[in-house]
Structures are given as C-alpha cells and as structure tokens.
C-alpha cells in the first residue's frame, strides 16, 4: 500500500511528525506557559483588589461606595459572575441581584477557582468576608493528559505544518529532481522518440523516463521516477528469461549488454504490449556501475503481423502439400491400374522402351512374361465377380513379393499382366516364371472358399531371341502364353524353346512335352470345383511367404508369448510400485457372425480390420490421458481367432480403464465394409485386475476372458464386465453419471451462477465468477466437480466447456449493454481445454467474436488440473494473453508444482484455495503461508485472490497481509443472474434492500 502513496506525501507526513515530536518533548519539560495557573493567580489579585476598596468603604460605614464598587467590578470583568459582602451572623450586607443563584458555597471554607472567599476584620475582630463568584473555568488537562491550550497548539502545527511542509518539499524535490540535470531540449527530443528510454540507478530506481515509456504505465513521468523497474508487470516471452532476470538487472550486477530481449507488459486496459530490450551498463568516472539505461521497442504490431504471415505461410505449406500429393495422386491413378496398382499398359510400355533402349546399349539381358490366370471366367461364374477381382489383385500382390523393384509389373488388361525382367536371359527367366507359377498355387487357396487354388499360364521371351522392339518382344511372350494354355494351361513355355521346333505341332508338343515335366504335385491339383470339407475358422492362419519372427502373420501384432512376457515383466513392476494392472480380453463378435454367413476370408477382413481399429485407438493421445495423463505405451496381441488382450500398467486408478472401454465400444460401433458390403464392428469385453483379480499373466488372462463370457452371457454382445463385483458395481454408477451429465447437457439443464470478488484496499466490487451448476433432479446431489471430471475423462468438456464461455460471454456482453458496471467476469477452464492448442485458438475466436472486452475476461486454470505439455499451455496462455485476456491460477497451494506453473504459465492473478483461508486467523502455519503466497505475488506484479472468505476475523487478517481480494459466502454465495445482479445494483446503491434481499434469499434457495 505505501508503494502507492507519492514520495512527496510521505516526506511531508514525516516532517510534521517529526515538528509534532519536538513540540512534545517542549511540554514535557514545562517549555510552554501554564495557561491555567496565570488565569488562578490573575483572579487572585482581583479578589485583593476588590477586598480592599470593600473593606475601606467598610471602615466608613459608606454601604452606597461598596455597592458602586461592586457593580463597577462586576460590569468591566465578564469573568465576575456576582459579588457580595456577608456579616460573620451569616446575614447579606450588600451584594448582586443574582448572588444567592450563582454562589456555591465551598466545602471546608477553601476557596475554589469559581468560588473565592476574603476574610474582612475589624482590628482583629472578625466581621464579615467578601464573596466573589467566578465563572468555571476550562478542565485543566483533556483525557490525554495534555492541556486544551496544548493540543490546539499540536493542530495547529499538525494543520498548517502539513501544508507548508507539502509545497517546500515538492518545490524542493523539483529543484533536486535528477531528470532536472537534463536539459529541456534533451527531455523534450527524449519525449518525441516513439522508442521507450528508461534511465535507472543501481537499485534500478527509475531516474528518467520518456513520455512514450510512461503512457504505457499510465502515468505521467513524475509519477513513475522513483519507482522500481522491476515491480511492474513484465512477462518474460523467451523460455528460460525468467530464470536469467530482467535485462537491466544483468546489465548492471555483470556489467554487460542485453540486446533484442523479447518481453511483454500489462497495460493499465489489460493488454499485453511486446517489446524488444535492450540494456546498457552506465558506468561513472570512478569505474562503479552507476545505473543502466534501457530502451524497449515496441513489437506488437510486428509480432502480430509475423504470427499471420507465419499462419499464412503454414496454410500455403499445407495446400502445396496437398497439391502435391494430389498431384502425386493423380500422376499415379494415370500411370497405375486402380485395383491392382500395377502400371497401366501405357506407363508399362514408356518404362518397357527405356528398358529395353539401356539393355540393347549396355549388352545387358531383358525377359518379357505374359500371365494369364487360367479358368478365369469359372471363377467368375461359379464364385462371383467379387471373388474374381480378389484373385486378380491377389495375384498381382504375388507377383510385386516375387518380383525384384526394378522390374515392371502391368496389368496387360483382364486376368492379364505383363512382367518385365530386367538383367535375365531366357533361361533364368523361365525359371523366375516357374517359381512365380508355383507361388500362385501355393496363396490361392486364400483367395477362394473352402481350400480351392487358382494356377496361372505364363509365356515368356528373351531379348537375346532377336526382338527389337518392346512390341516384338511382348508378342513373342504372348504367342508362347498360347502355346501354355493349348497344352493344358498351369505351366510355363518359353519362345525360345518354340523357336528349337519345325513347325507347329512340333511347337506344341514342346510345349505339352514340358507342361509334363513341371512338379508332379502341381500337376494333380483338383479342378477348380466346390469341396465338401467343414468350414473351420482356425483356417484363417495361413503362413507367409516371408513371416515376420514374433509376429501374427494376419495383423502384424506381438505373438502371444511375448504378450505373456510384457505382462508378466508389468506385474512385478506393478508389485515394486504398489501400481495396478488391467487386461482387457475383447472378443470380436462380428467376426464370428461374419464366419458363419461369408466365410473365413471375409471374417479374417473383420479382425484385420478391427486390429487396425484397435491400433489407432490406443495409441491416440487424448486415450492415453483418460489413464491419467503419463506416457505409455499400450500392449495388445491377437488370442485365438477373433480375440484380442490388452495390458495396461502404472495404473493408479482402476476406474480409469472404464473409460478406455468405453471408447473402444464407442469406436467399435463404427462400419467396415469387406466386399462391398458394410458390416458393424461389435464386440464384448472383460476386465482382470492386478492384484484384485491374479497375481500373475495366466490367471489374469483367465479372469479377463472369464469376465468376457459373462458379460456376453448376461448383458450381450457390446457390453463389458469387470471380473471384480464390486469394480462392477463402481464401473456401472459411473458409466450412470456420464450417460445422466450427456442427458442434462442436451436437455439445457445446466447453468451459470456468479459469485462477486471484493477488492480489500477500495471495498469495490473488482470481479464475479461464473460458477456450473445443474438443475437435473438425478444429479442434485451430486458435487458439480464430479460431473466436471467426468466430463472431462468422457470427451464431454470440450462440448461443456464451450457452452460456459458462450454462456458466460453473452452475459458479459448482455450486462454492459444494460449498463451494468461489472469490471472483470471469471471464467473456469479445464486443463484438457488448454492443453490443446486448437481448443484454446477456438476459446479466443469465441471471446472475440462476443463483443466483450477480452480484458474484461479472466479465465481461471485449476492448478491441479494436468496439463500434458505445460510449454504448450503456457504459448497458448500466451496468446490468449497477447489479446488482453487475463490469466488466474486457481486453487493455488494445492498442486505438486505451483512454482512451476507460476513460472511457466505467467499468469496474471493467484487464488489461495480455500484450505489455507480457513482457520488463517487462528493458525500461526495458515497464516504463514498466505502471508508468503501474497508477498511472493505482490513481487512479481500479481494479483492475489483469497476464496472461501467466511468470517471478520479472516478479513482483518487478509487486509493485515495487504491481500488484493476475497471471494467468499461472507461477501455472497454463487446467485443467479438475475439475484446477481439486483445484488449488485444494492451494493452500488441503485436499488431497494427489500428487493435484493427477496431475491438473494431465492438465489440462496
């Protein structure tokens, strides 16, 4: 508070003190006259006086002089009340009309300072006395112990001392004003530089400051020199300046210059300003630092003019890339068949020419293979179009796994491809064709129901056979492809074998001659009909050409022995921390139906298909932070046929698996097409946990597939169920919550009520909060903080978060365009909400687009919240800043990092949780800490708010602490808005008592 009072003032206020002091020690030691003495001694001497002019007329027996005497006395002393002479018998000689009223007889016969009394004599014989009757006088001494005279004399210095000691300081501090030993001009070419210039001394006091410097602290520059550079509201933008300190502190403790320092400051409207520091060392004649002089410059402007090039930049980079990629699309849909990604005959024939110009060059070998799928159009009649293109990309995936990446694959049109084989005679050509013919064989059954193969016909010709031309070349391989259908198709004949015969026939039965020899197991394949064997799912696991060791060959995920081996190494890690670790045992329950009604390859797409489902879930960022937040990585393999397990470790809640299942059912709901028809993922899971449920990889196996089958058995397909009842039971009152929190949202059943914030210094109303709450009758006595975390763990905060800013905005906006005065309205956020920074891009487009001053909006941050990536949140919190929103820090103390979120988060207010208010003025440690959370704000220029206010006693203790403000129900509970607003209007004085209290009692109900 004192920093807030001028110098000047002060100064004066100590001077007059100190003249106040020495005027004390003066009466102390009898230095000013005793008024009332002289007055007593003046009275004194009348009385003599007066009884002896009375007492001479009284020698003479002359009773008309002493009543003249009497009366002369009494009219020239207004003191003088009443005069009389009284016989020694008690009887009245002469005296005043009024005597008898005004005279007080004094005890014992001692004369008082009202009440005096002279003896008159006769010789010594005793006659009568003379009595005179005085005013009272004024008391001697005020209850103070000082005389009247005395403290009119201390007003009078205290008075005309402050005055006088007001204009000579101020005069005098004029003439010794450091900024007076620059000489006008200087100041006034100072004042005209659109550059901040700040002079400060070695204890950074400001010396001299520049008009543009002082307008961004709202002051004139007389105001500001003498201030501490340090103490206003800096923000410090580059990540580790807060740990370095100011600029000019580094320049003037290292004697070093600081250049191009990013910085920012809260003007007195709320917004923040960036600047460029630069710092200086001044150093005297003497060698001694002596001061710095700092220049800012501001960058605003420019910053927010780089942030839209940059996002304009990002937008440019993001739509060359997408034209680049659908321009590598395009290029490829041109130059590739669609369904098997082969070259098209056009690509295939431009890349063939090129090949065959560099083989004729370098003397090089070239192969050309005609492919044919034989029976094709059986296929197609007995099994559908469908099922023939499957074996027709099927066949084109066998032969991109046989084929080298320099040689060409086209799809020569239908069941045909075109392969050319780059570096390869006739002879190692035929026998690539061989291998390739035998690798249909051996994957076709895959591609058929029931076991059935597909076999392929293959003619192929050598550039070393006389072709000059890839036409040529490509019409030898198709003349010697007939010659392998005509002898009975499923094998390979070469043009130059052809070429070895006279005439045709002779072609022919080369041909036959060597369709005889090819394998003999070949050879008895069945034709392609129907089989009789039983449809078995186990079927599905086919072995690869080139399995991957440790692998499921269908999905690509871990083995179950190395499944068993995580979860065992997780369950001892689990056991060392005192952790939790669950299995989710999921059944796919589509595939099975699919199995049933289409097959295993089909049924084999659906558990592909819903491994890939599951891979993208439980890698996602926003599922990992349902388990509270850290990093990990979650385990999952393939079990059996159409079941998946999944470990999850470092568990501290249980309960938080609830979650990750329901966002696997959520995510399971959605449709896969196989075959062109579209099928919905449907599954059923169950839960074991470390330890409730097995204290080792088989049993909580066991449990969790045990729990799947009950849940399948009592509540259906797309259900889930823990093994543990009483982990049900809890699991079900949640999944309660969330399903009555989504109904109460969608049905407006929730509100804003707002609670005002008190400045301590002014007694004025600084803020209000908007604070949730719910009118559904299923949720009345749940605690609104309940539904916010569950909210939060379902995905629902986002929808709900947005819905409070929206709210609270247009209230905001609503109450200014009545005209009421409210300065700031609180708004609380989730940790979630600015964790990411689209949310938060999206939370200043809302307060934008509002109309509200954005620094008229505070949003309040739970420190207990997390925060995935505080560096994040706290560039997002500064952008929020940037546009004059403010920042408060709420709950402060509660957290395990408080510090830390002050430093990197920058916020603009701290609010004390409420458990440290409680009881501050009977407990010495509350008080403590309060005192040193609100000391460390008020150093570093922050705002600090204490909550759960309920009491006097807390109050004298937070103003004693010099606290900013309180919020509490001794101040009001959370009203509605319209009892908020009556109340405000009656605590500005616009509105009736009867009317405010009506409504706050309502609001209270």
């Known amino acids: 508070m004192l920093k807030k009072i001028s110098p000047i003032i002060r100064l004066t206020v100590g001077v007059t003190a100190l003249t106040l002091s020495i005027a004390l020690a003066a009466e102390f030691f009898g230095l000013f006259p005793d008024v009332m003495k002289e007055k007593l001694h003046a009275r004194s001497r009348v009385a003599e006086?007066?009884?002896?002019?009375?007492?001479?007329?009284?020698?003479?027996?002359?009773?008309?002089?002493?009543?003249?005497?009497?009366?002369?006395?009494?009219?020239?002393?207004?003191?003088?009340?009443s005069v009389a002479v009284r016989r020694s018998n008690g009887s009245l000689l002469v005296g005043t009309d009024d005597h008898s009223d005004v005279w007080q007889?004094?005890?014992?016969?001692?004369?008082?300072?009202?009440?005096?009394?002279?003896?008159?004599?006769?010789?010594?014989?005793?006659?009568?006395?003379?009595?005179?009757?005085?005013?009272?006088?004024?008391?001697?001494?005020?209850?103070?112990?000082?005389?009247?005279?005395?403290?009119?004399?201390?007003?009078?210095?205290?008075?005309?001392?402050?005055?006088?000691?007001?204009?000579?300081?101020?005069?005098?501090?004029?003439?010794?004003d450091p900024g007076k030993v620059v000489p006008a001009r200087v100041q006034a070419a100072f004042d005209t530089l659109d550059e901040g210039v700040v002079i400060i001394d070695e204890k950074e006091q400001i010396l001299l400051i520049n008009q543009s410097m002082s307008d961004l602290f709202g002051k004139v520059p007389e105001q500001v020199v003498g201030e501490r550079l340090s103490e206003f509201q800096w923000?410090?933008?580059?990540?580790?300046?807060?740990?370095?300190?100011?600029?000019?502190?580094?320049?003037?403790?290292e004697k070093k210059t600081s250049v191009l320092i990013p910085m920012g400051i809260r003007m007195p409207d709320s917004r923040i300003k960036s600047f460029n520091v630069n710092a200086s060392c001044i150093i005297d004649e003497g060698g001694k630092t002596s001061g710095a002089i700092v220049t800012f410059s501001d960058v605003t402007i420019l910053e927010k003019q780089n942030a839209d090039l940059e996002m304009a930049v990002k937008k440019l980079i993001v739509a060359e890339e997408d034209l680049v990629q659908q321009n590598l699309e395009l290029q490829y849909l041109a130059n590739h068949d669609p369904m098997t990604g082969c070259l098209n005959r056009r690509n295939l024939f431009a890349q063939f020419k090129h090949l065959m110009g560099s083989a004729v060059t370098g003397n090089s070998g070239l192969a050309c293979l005609m492919v044919d799928i034989d029976n094709f159009k059986s296929i197609n009649d007995r099994y559908g179009h469908a099922v023939g293109d499957d074996v027709i990309v099927g066949v084109a995936k066998t032969l991109s796994s046989c084929c080298r990446s320099e040689d060409l694959i086209g799809r020569y049109g239908g069941e045909e491809f075109c392969v050319v084989l780059e570096g390869l005679d006739h002879q190692q050509a035929e026998a690539f064709a061989e291998k390739l013919r035998i690798s249909v064989l051996e994957k076709s059954h895959t591609w058929l129901q029931q076991g059935n193969t597909v076999s392929v016909s293959i003619g192929v010709s050598a550039i070393e056979d006389g072709a000059e031309s890839p036409d040529e070349l490509v019409n030898q391989a198709d003349m010697a492809l007939y010659e392998a259908k005509t002898a009975g198709r499923n094998c390979v004949v070469g043009w130059h074998a052809m070429q070895d015969q006279p005439d045709a026939q002779a072609k022919k039965s080369a041909a036959s001659k060597k369709a005889r020899n090819k394998d003999r197991v070949k050879t008895t394949e069945p034709p392609l009909t129907l089989g009789e064997s039983p449809y078995q799912f186990g079927a599905l696991e086919r072995p690869q050409t080139n399995p991957v060791p440790n692998l499921d060959p269908l999905t690509g995920l871990p083995t179950m022995a190395i499944f068993e081996d995580r979860l065992s190494h997780a369950i001892l890690r689990a056991e060392r921390e005192n952790q939790n670790v669950a299995v989710l045992s999921i059944s796919v329950d589509t595939a099975d139906q699919v199995a049933e009604a289409f097959g295993a390859r089909e049924a084999e797409q659906i558990v592909k298909r819903a491994s890939e489902v599951l891979s993208k879930l439980l890698r996602r960022t926003d599922t990992i932070s349902l388990l509270g937040g850290r990093d990990r990585i979650i385990s999952f393999s393939r079990s059996g046929t159409s079941r998946f397990l999944v470990e999850i470790s470092q568990l501290d809640d249980i309960a938080s698996v609830t979650w990750i299942v329901k966002r696997i059912l959520d995510y399971f709901s959605e449709p896969c097409e196989v075959d062109g028809i579209k099928h919905l993922l449907k599954c059923t899971i169950g839960v074991g946990t470390y330890p409730d449920d097995g204290a080792d990889c088989h049993t909580l196996i066991r449990h969790a597939n045990l729990a799947q089958a009950r849940a399948l058995k009592e509540n259906g397909i797309n259900s889930f169920r823990f093994f543990s009842k009483d982990m049900g039971e809890s699991v079900k009152e949640l999944l309660r919550l969330e399903a009555r929190t989504r109904d109460a949202l969608e049905a407006s059943e929730f509100s804003l009520h707002y609670q005002p914030i008190i400045r301590l210094d002014t007694g004025q109303v600084a803020a209000a909060e908007a604070l949730l709450r719910c009118s559904n009758q299923q949720l009345k006595d749940v605690p609104i903080q309940m539904l916010i975390n569950v909210a939060e763990q379902t995905g629902l905060m986002n929808k709900l978060g947005d819905w409070i800013v929206q709210t609270a905005t247009a209230q905001m906006q609503k109450w200014a365009h009545d005209g009421i005065n409210l300065?700031?309205?609180?708004?609380?956020?989730?940790?979630?909400?600015?964790?990411?920074?689209?949310?938060?891009?999206?939370?200043?487009?809302?307060?934008?687009?509002?109309?509200?001053?954005?620094?008229?909006?505070?949003?309040?941050?739970?420190?207990?919240?997390?925060?995935?990536?505080?560096?994040?949140?706290?560039?997002?919190?500064?952008?929020?800043?940037?546009?004059?929103?403010?920042?408060?820090?709420?709950?402060?103390?509660?957290?395990?990092?408080s510090l830390s979120y002050i430093q990197k988060l920058s916020p603009d207010a701290i609010k004390i949780d409420r458990s440290f208010v409680d009881g501050i003025n009977v407990s010495h440690a509350n008080e403590a800490?309060?005192?040193?959370?609100?000391?460390?704000?008020?150093?570093?220029?922050?705002?600090?708010?204490?909550?759960?206010?309920?009491?006097?006693d807390q109050i004298a203790v937070l103003q004693e602490l010099s606290c900013s403000e309180i919020q509490g129900y001794y101040i009001s509970p959370p009203m509605p808005s319209d009892v908020f607003v009556d109340w405000l209007r009656l605590f500005q004085g616009e509105t009736s008592p009867s009317q405010t209290a009506q409504k706050t009692k309502a609001g209270r109900a």
């Open 49 to 81: 006086a007066l009884t002896i002019q009375i007492s001479t007329a009284a020698a003479r027996d002359d009773k008309e002089a002493i009543e003249q005497t009497i009366a002369a006395v009494v009219t020239r002393d207004p003191s003088i009340l």
């Open 105 to 176: 007889e004094p005890e014992n016969g001692v004369s008082t300072p009202s009440s005096v009394q002279v003896p008159l004599f006769d010789g010594e014989r005793y006659w009568g006395r003379v009595e005179i009757a005085f005013s009272e006088l004024d008391p001697a001494y005020s209850a103070i112990g000082f005389s009247s005279n005395t403290l009119k004399l201390f007003a009078f210095f205290g008075f005309f001392g402050l005055a006088l000691y007001y204009i000579l300081l101020k005069r005098s501090l004029r003439q010794l």
């Open 235 to 253: 923000r410090h933008w580059e990540k580790d300046a807060a740990n370095v300190g100011f600029p000019w502190r580094t320049a003037i403790t």
């Open 823 to 897: 300065p700031m309205l609180s708004i609380n956020i989730s940790g979630k909400q600015i964790g990411n920074p689209e949310v938060t891009s999206k939370l200043a487009d809302q307060i934008l687009e509002s109309g509200c001053k954005p620094s008229s909006i505070q949003l309040e941050i739970t420190e207990t919240a997390y925060m995935r990536d505080i560096e994040v949140a706290g560039n997002t919190l500064k952008n929020l800043q940037k546009i004059g929103v403010q920042i408060a820090l709420d709950d402060f103390g509660t957290g395990h990092s």
């Open 929 to 952: 800490m309060v005192a040193a959370v609100i000391e460390m704000s008020t150093r570093l220029g922050l705002r600090v708010v204490a909550e759960g206010v309920e009491s006097e």
